[in-house]
């Protein structure tokens, strides 16, 4: 009811004033269109700075190499390539969502039916509060915490893993796929959840067998947000995964992100050829996530499915 | 059979319920155990005493006042660059914006948002360099460029938020202008964007959250170790989430990694009231519904 | 209240004494060639640096404030490449500056100390003596367990690390003799950042400068001689390299100032109390 007032309020304003010419209304559409063409320009500027810096190596014909090689700088002679860090982002980003997905699953049937009417909130809250905690955050309690757990736990490694990274990377991302599925499974027709109630299905039943049936796109569109988060993140990586440039091959190897290979190499001189493979690595990463984000744009095209991006408290 | 799998699903969700909350519950608890003990004034300002530091007599070692101002000017800065062009932006594809230009520039907003923020620090780190060569031999990494990139970091964020509150307005709210005869700007300003702000609001400030705390832009565009409170745009700068990645991966001393854990506990605490302010707003909002008037 | 009060005027009482030492005691010093100066200096590269930086910065900005000096690491990669581009004032090098790096970009080097470089391992790890041969074997990833080396029956965590360190350079060269270091190895950023992995991790084998060594990593000895700088001085220990500071082209009179001061009486005390042996200048 307020609303209405305030709406009225507003529009009664609005009708005292004169109504402004035309001219000055084409000025702030020229001037709002503005804005939004600084932030497409951005998108191209970027695209054009890594092209660009990596024009030398697709010029001769070296970025396929870079792309597929290992990273040998002792070897005689020495390799540059960035193959290793191209499967140790996929893989540290796929095992990552493998641990998240059930999580998050499980996480929003606990909010959407089984959860007591008291809890649901609270949980829901707390969710939306985890999106508040910063990466390096994760990172540093990961380094302090479960680094040592695993290095003495396991008795192998040094700790510093895929299996850290990926763990501690799955609690940055469970919010991520929680709330966009949350808020798919707010629009769901209450009408649905009725109908079941009325067949005697149990809130489990109605979650597990008509809900998440019924939101498979969302969850398709959550599983690749959560996938495109995982791969840009740079922190937790450098900070937990060992960084070592090897190929992965088991959970407890110390592995190399592109991100934290960017990070890492960014500081040595512009000549060497370690910063040679930046360009190469920065255009993988742009490449890899810029195909997410068209996947969710086009599952967004068919499902209408409302906003992708976080959600509003609710 | 039917009924034990459901009830096995029930426990499924209980369990993923209870092992997310668990965990970021430790990881809480630990960091308030662990930080508590270091929250002063020393942690702050070192050995300089407070007065001084604030009045910037004398620089400040060993304490976190520095990085604690750099990452609220970081904060600020880039607000004052994203929110009116995200907000701009954001109404003028939701309102002006053809189905076309509509289209593209969706298109462009979503890979930006899909951007990797170690990228931006990337294009801002070239962005330097190229300015050397051509406009602006004495350009440098420092808090501006920081600021810019963070800004451009958050834009998306911004603008998608305005957007979707925009457009999810009801339809007689949207038929009210016309039949009013209000121009287009008038309709928007006067009727949708007083009904939307609730949104728009709530969505700005967890943006803003972002920028207080990604770490990978200011790592490549300025933030340095030691740098004492920034003087000007153009110096460089410390910052809270440099600082803690810093200090636990080279602590010298025990001393310095209760830093760290005071710095974590003051980082948590500005992007949590961050998120308080916009869970506020969002519940205030939604009895008052105007932002103006 | 009482106790806000107390504090107040402690701090006034501090903010009182240092107005009134600080004046008092930068006169006549080697501080007095930044009287009166202003600007900024920047400063990054080479970690082992950094402690001799920061100390000589607070020195300087705690008597001048006016003076602002900036120390970020990254490594000498970093220091030669920003002072090449000309983003810092000084680039530190833990190595010396190559040929073409230094007529490439018209770099000048200032050495300031010695510092040697040593393998360093868990204080509680009970091997004692390295020889060379056996520290190539492990950073090759050929010995992979310590009881190999007359130490306990576990695994050797390796720890190397990053493409910009100079210390990382100066070690490949003159002790794995251009070797291999396995590609498992875990790679940190910092000489810092490797002390404190050494110190954490009981298996653990990395490598730093000596002026980094303290009681919480342990450093065997090397064929037989102890890393220390007194015999990295004197040398007998092998493994040696100088620290640089280097600027483009001659240095500007303010950055020539702090030069001066690391190079003088005052900043060889610091890089003595920081565990480096000053190279007097000349």
């Not at chain 2, 110096?235 to 001393?255: Q, S």
């Not at chain 3, 690390?161 to 498992?184: F, N, Q």
């Not at chain 3, 001659?250 to 690391?262: K, W």
Request: with cysteine; proline share 5%.
């Amino acid at each position: 009811m307020l609303a209405r007032n305030a709406t009225g309020r507003s529009v009664a304003v609005a009708a005292q004033e004169i109504s402004l010419p035309q001219t000055a209304d084409r000025w702030i559409g020229g001037l709002l269109g503005a804005a939004t063409a600084t932030a497409a320009c951005t998108v191209l500027l970027i695209v054009g700075f890594l092209l660009y810096s990596s024009m030398p190596l697709l010029l001769s014909g070296e970025f396929i190499e870079t792309v597929t090689r290992h990273w040998r700088p002792y070897h005689m002679p020495p390799e540059y390539g960035i193959g290793p860090m191209i499967l140790g982002s996929l893989s540290l980003a796929l095992l990552a969502l493998v641990l998240a997905l059930p999580l998050g699953v499980g996480l929003c049937s606990f909010l959407h039916g089984l959860a007591p009417r008291r809890l649901s909130r609270p949980v829901l809250i707390a969710v939306h509060l985890m999106t508040s905690i910063p990466t390096v955050i994760y990172g540093f309690v990961s380094v302090s915490l479960l680094v040592p757990l695993l290095r003495r736990g396991l008795g192998e490694g040094s700790g510093f893993s895929l299996l850290a990274a990926a763990l501690t990377l799955a609690m940055l991302i469970v919010p991520t796929i929680t709330l966009l599925l949350n808020v798919h499974l707010q629009q769901i027709d209450p009408r649905i959840r009725i109908a079941c109630l009325s067949l005697g299905m149990t809130p489990a039943q109605t979650v597990r067998r008509v809900l998440l049936p019924a939101s498979r796109q969302a969850l398709l569109a959550a599983t690749i947000l959560g996938l495109s988060r995982a791969l840009g993140d740079t922190l937790v990586a450098l900070m937990v995964a060992g960084n070592a440039a090897q190929i992965p091959s088991s959970l407890l190897d110390s592995i190399r992100t592109l991100t934290a290979h960017i990070a890492l190499v960014l500081a040595t001189d512009t000549y060497s050829p370690e910063y040679r493979s930046l360009a190469a690595a920065g255009l993988m990463l742009f490449t890899l996530t810029a195909v997410l984000s068209l996947l969710i744009r086009q599952l967004g095209r068919h499902s209408r499915g409302g906003s992708h991006r976080a959600p509003a408290i609710r | 059979m039917r009924q034990r799998s459901d009830s096995l699903f029930a426990g499924f969700a209980w369990g993923a319920t209870f092992l997310v909350l668990a965990s970021i519950g430790a990881l809480l608890a630990f960091l308030f155990v662990r930080g508590a003990g270091t929250l002063g004034p020393r942690l702050l300002f070192g050995d300089t005493a407070a007065w001084a530091a604030l009045l910037r007599h004398a620089p400040v070692f060993d304490g976190l006042w520095p990085a604690v101002v750099g990452t609220l000017l970081l904060v600020c800065g880039s607000s004052l660059l994203a929110v009116p062009v995200g907000i701009a932006a954001g109404i003028h594809i939701s309102e002006y914006a053809g189905p076309r230009v509509r289209r593209v520039a969706g298109l462009c907003i979503d890979l930006l948002a899909g951007i990797p923020s170690i990228i931006m620090g990337l294009f801002g780190f070239g962005l330097i360099l190229f300015l050397r060569q051509t406009l602006l031999p004495d350009a440098n990494t420092c808090l501006l460029l920081s600021i810019v990139c963070i800004a451009l970091l958050i834009l998306p964020y911004m603008i998608r938020t305005t957007e979707t509150a925009l457009r999810s307005l009801p339809e007689d709210a949207l038929l009210l202008g016309p039949s009013l005869g209000f121009s287009r700007w008038r309709a928007v300003r006067h009727i949708h964007l007083p009904l939307a702000s609730r949104g728009i609001l709530s969505g700005m400030i967890l943006s803003v959250g972002r920028a207080a705390e990604d770490t990978a832009v200011i790592l490549m565009t300025g933030v340095v170790a030691n740098a004492g409170t920034p003087q000007s745009l153009t110096d460089k700068f410390e910052g809270l989430p440099f600082t803690i990645y810093y200090l636990a991966a080279e602590h010298r001393t025990v001393g310095e990694l209760d830093r760290a854990f005071g710095a974590a506990l003051i980082l948590l605490l500005v992007t949590g009231t961050i998120f308080g302010f916009a869970y506020w707003a969002h519940r205030g909002l939604e009895q008052r519904w105007s932002l103006r008037s | 209240m009482k106790q806000l009060a107390d504090w107040f005027g402690m701090a006034w009482m501090a903010l009182a004494l240092g107005l009134a030492t600080i004046p008092l005691a930068a006169a006549g010093t080697p501080l007095e060639a930044f009287r009166g100066a202003t600007g900024t200096i920047d400063i990054a590269g080479g970690t082992a640096h950094i402690p001799v930086m920061n100390e000589a910065a607070k020195q300087i900005m705690t008597a001048y404030p006016k003076v602002r000096i900036t120390v970020a690491g990254g490594g000498s990669g970093v220091g030669v490449e920003k002072v090449a581009a000309g983003l810092v004032a000084i680039g530190n090098t833990g190595r010396p500056l190559s040929k073409q790096e230094a007529e490439r970009h018209g770099l000048i080097s200032f050495p300031f100390a010695i510092d040697g470089v040593a393998v360093i391992i868990h204080p509680k790890n009970p091997v004692s003596d390295l020889s060379a041969e056996q520290i190539r074997k492990i950073f090759a990833g050929q010995t992979t367990n310590w009881k190999a080396v007359g130490g306990q029956d576990a695994p050797i965590n390796l720890y190397t690390r990053d493409e910009a360190s100079g210390t990382r350079a100066v070690l490949w060269k003159k002790l794995l003799k251009k070797g291999l270091i396995a590609e498992h190895a875990d790679v940190v950023t910092s000489n810092g950042a490797m002390k404190v992995a050494a110190a954490q991790d009981p298996n653990a084998i990395g490598y730093a400068g000596i002026g980094h060594i303290d009681s919480t990593v342990k450093a065997p000895l090397l064929d037989g001689i102890a890393p220390t700088q007194e015999n990295a001085a004197a040398g007998h220990y092998p493994i040696v390299r100088k620290l640089y500071m280097n600027t483009k082209g001659e240095p500007s009179p303010l950055v020539r100032a702090f030069i001066d001061y690391i190079l003088g009486p005052a900043g060889a005390k610091i890089i003595k109390s920081k565990g480096y042996i000053p190279l007097v200048a000349g």
